[in-house]
């Protein structure tokens, strides 16, 4: 049924949503241009409180859970599973007060309305994967960013999107190059379920009905830890949230 209804609601749905890119995107470029980081940073925001709330069109529901008090003066690093791009709209805008900026690839700052406005202007890391060195001065370059402008980053430690739900081992690269700049910064698990299966069928049918949840966990004192441990820690908190602990 969740198959067949998105035959119909897949339509609708990308209507809504890349007319949202599309008229997001001047709106972007003369917040920046005129008005600089803080009216950049408003447009962006509610950019992706209307493309989180298009899954309604799938009938998707839309459920965010944060009992944590997070600081607003100190840096975050949270580290999420990734399941599908529709993750990530939702991480803008429920954590929009942390100015949380991504980690994404260099080919994704071309051709996409709005998105690809956001990635290079936004404050981000665009890394080239083929590249190790770019990709590492590129996220200690946000790193100095997240210490002068008291930013947050987040990171999918997985390396790629989980095409079925199922948590992957967690890398620590990215996070532990991250510490060595930001040493102060916070470590925060964000459990992230069902995005998965709205692409269970591919790009359409979308699937009809999901239940996207994202839910913040326990922050994680990186202080005195390798960063070895705290990525177990972060990815430990995940595994037991969707219910995944290793074999």
């Not at 998105?115 to 590249?131: P, Q």
């Not at 960013?145 to 008291?150: F, G, I, P, V, Y």
């Not at 739900?165 to 964000?190: C, E, M, S």
């Not at 070895?228 to 595994?239: F, K, T």
Request: aromatic share 14%; proline share 6%; charged share 20%.
């Amino acid at each position: 049924m969740n198959k067949l209804l998105g035959y119909l609601l897949s339509i609708i749905f990308y209507f809504f949503f890349f007319l949202t890119l599309v008229v997001f995107q001047p709106i972007q470029w003369v917040c920046y241009r005129f008005f600089g980081y803080k009216a950049h940073k408003v447009s962006v925001d509610f950019l992706n409180f209307f493309l989180t709330y298009c899954d309604f069109f799938l009938g998707a529901s839309v459920k965010f859970v944060n009992q944590q008090q997070l600081p607003l003066d100190r840096p975050i690093i949270f580290v999420a599973n990734h399941q599908s791009m529709y993750d990530i709209p939702g991480l803008i805008w429920f954590l929009r007060k942390y100015h949380v900026k991504f980690i994404s690839k260099i080919e994704l700052t071309k051709g996409i309305p709005s998105i690809s406005f956001n990635l290079k202007y936004g404050g981000g890391a665009n890394i080239d994967r083929k590249d190790s060195k770019q990709a590492v001065s590129e996220i200690i370059k946000l790193g100095r960013r997240m210490k002068e402008h008291t930013w947050s980053a987040m990171i999918f430690p997985e390396g790629t999107r989980s095409k079925d739900g199922r948590l992957k081992p967690f890398q620590i690269g990215g996070i532990a190059t991250l510490l060595k700049v930001v040493p102060t910064a916070l470590i925060v698990p964000v459990a992230i379920e069902n995005s998965w299966k709205i692409v269970q069928y591919g790009a359409y049918p979308l699937s009809a009905g999901a239940q996207l949840r994202w839910t913040v966990l326990s922050p994680i004192e990186p202080a005195d830890k390798k960063p070895e441990d705290v990525v177990a820690e972060a990815e430990n908190q995940i595994r037991i949230k969707l219910k995944q602990l290793p074999a």
